[in-house]
């Protein structure tokens, strides 16, 4: 038993560093993540009213993230590909989808530094009366930007390797891409009453800029203000799912302990609803808006 496990471990530290090559190999990783600085690094260089800070993550999300659940998809099915040319199978399923989810940390790994260069520019440069509501700390703006940001570029990447685990069909990947960005322009919190259920999506606002009260008049003034939830929760409630997806792209494995693997879904599924509803109901449930008008929106 101690020779299997040492061997298996073994094995998927390999397998897990092949993987990380893979993805920082992958044309479409370079291309999203040189976009991605470059929108960055413009962003932070031009914007002398801090208000990037709460807009930056739709580059990492979308180059970091989206592509990077067609560029997961497509090393899935390469390393299902090859394991299928091996003619026998050394090496389970389950130990290949673990390291294709290490290599997760290549998105992730980036996002964060992106992140850490808008927030640091954000805390240490002025920031004018109008940008934040009365209340609201800028604790507020790193924890959206962490969860919009960072945990999208790693969220993208599983659900592309869950997709490819269920999926496997030649466009999938595509579809669910174009589908994950109609549904997040539908519930980015931009909207009227700031949707207080859109939190149950994968990304999703809680401060921006909006038209004071709501309003459709395209003559009133835009207001920085909170949209209902809570970003530290949600934060919680994002790494859960993540960690679902992870369980569920293993549990595609037939040979795999099912046992064990299901009572932990069962378990994080439980927890992301439990999540869920705390992000919904505790803390920032009603809308605070700046009652100074916003000079850059």
């Given amino acids: 038993m101690t020779t299997d496990t040492s061997t298996s471990t073994s094995a998927l530290g390999v397998l897990a560093r092949q993987e990380i090559r893979h993805y920082l190999t992958s044309r479409l990783f370079w291309v999203g993540a040189a976009l991605s600085v470059v929108t960055v690094a413009v962003s932070v260089a031009t914007d002398e009213h801090n208000v990037g800070a709460t807009t930056y993550a739709i580059a990492p999300a979308a180059l970091l993230g989206v592509l990077g659940l067609v560029t997961m998809f497509g090393l899935t099915r390469r390393s299902d590909r090859a394991a299928e040319s091996a003619g026998t199978v050394t090496v389970p399923e389950r130990t290949r989808t673990l390291a294709l989810c290490a290599s997760v940390v290549v998105p992730a790994a980036t996002a964060l530094v992106l992140w850490a260069v808008v ?8 920031r004018p009366d109008w940008l934040l509501p009365p209340g609201v700390s800028p604790s507020f703006v790193l924890a959206q930007g962490f969860g919009i940001g960072v945990i999208a570029a790693a969220g993208g990447p599983l659900l592309g390797l ?14 669910a891409a174009v589908v994950l960005v109609i549904v997040t322009i539908l519930l980015q919190g931009n909207f009227e009453g700031g949707q207080p259920w859109r939190v149950w999506w994968v990304w999703t ?8 009260g709501w309003s459709v008049d395209p003559g009133a003034a835009w207001h920085i203000a909170t949209a209902p939830g809570n970003p530290f929760w949600w934060i919680a409630y994002l790494a859960v799912l993540c960690a679902l997806a992870v369980v ?19 378990g994080l599924a439980i927890g992301a609803v439990a999540l869920g ?4 109901t505790v803390g920032y449930t009603e809308v605070l808006s700046n009652p100074l008008p916003c000079q850059s929106c």
């Avoid at 569920?248 to 069962?266: K, S």
């Fill in 162 to 175: 869950l997709l490819a685990r269920y999926l496997p069909r030649r466009g999938v990947a595509v579809i």
């Fill in 205 to 212: 606002y809680f401060i921006g800029q909006v038209s004071q």
């Fill in 119 to 126: 927030m640091i520019a954000f805390l240490v440069q002025d």
């Fill in 277 to 280: 509803v705390l992000t919904m």
């Fill in 248 to 266: 569920l792209a293993v549990l595609h494995d037939r040979e795999a302990a099912r046992g064990p693997l299901v009572r932990l879904a069962v």
